[in-house]
């Protein structure tokens, strides 16, 4: 289940579009689900226990953890779990950090 700010859920279709454009894709699941199930393309895994810190980081650093540039605060930013309720947490961590 996927999660943005001004849509609270997106479908898969709706997502696809959203990654031709310039979204980031943070997949909140742990590892071992990752491990398990499979990654979704051009995503990146941060576990939602790990989400508050690595949006607070030097952009520095959360580029080199996650092979990824840092988001701006303005920037678009899709979360994604498995059944939805992590993804929402995730937004709500996001927004309360000044995400929007």
């Not at 898969?12 to 590892?31: A, F, G, M, P, S």
């Not at 393309?41 to 080199?64: C, H, R, W, Y």
């Not at 701006?72 to 899709?78: A, C, F, L, M, Y």
């Amino acid at each position: 289940s996927l999660c943005a700010g001004g849509a609270p859920s997106l479908s898969y279709q709706e997502l696809k579009d959203l990654k031709k454009t310039n979204v980031l894709h943070i997949d909140v699941r742990e590892r071992w689900e990752i491990d398990r199930d499979g990654k979704i393309p051009a995503s990146i895994n941060i576990p939602l226990g790990e989400l508050v810190g690595a949006l607070q980081m030097d952009p520095t650093e959360f580029k080199e953890q996650y092979n990824q540039k840092m988001p701006s605060k303005s920037d678009p930013v899709v979360f994604s779990c498995l059944a939805g309720k992590r993804s929402k947490q995730a937004l709500s961590f996001a927004m309360s950090l000044g995400f929007s």
